[in-house]
């Protein structure tokens, strides 16, 4: 039987788009709707951390910390 297994990340949300949906941060600390190129994190901290090394100002509305789960499919496609 094939199991899909999913692995929780931190993740910077960059708010919603009104016709692609949910947008995110990349490594590289653009805008992206793509969730297999999200910057992920292991810890809370780091994404903290990384938020203030590029600029990014968390305000719990259109910028924010969470944590979602990724598929190892997601996972290997672009490894981040």
Known sequence: MLRHTR???????????????????????????IRSKVAR???????????EAHAITLNGVTR????????AFELTVFPG
């Open 41 to 51: 994190f292991v810890t809370r901290e780091e994404a903290q951390a990384f938020a």
């Open 7 to 33: 692995q929780a990340f931190y993740v910077i949300g960059a708010g919603r788009h009104r016709t692609a949906g949910p947008r995110w941060i990349t490594r590289e600390g653009t805008v992206t709707t």
């Open 64 to 71: 924010s910390i969470d944590r979602e789960a990724f598929t």
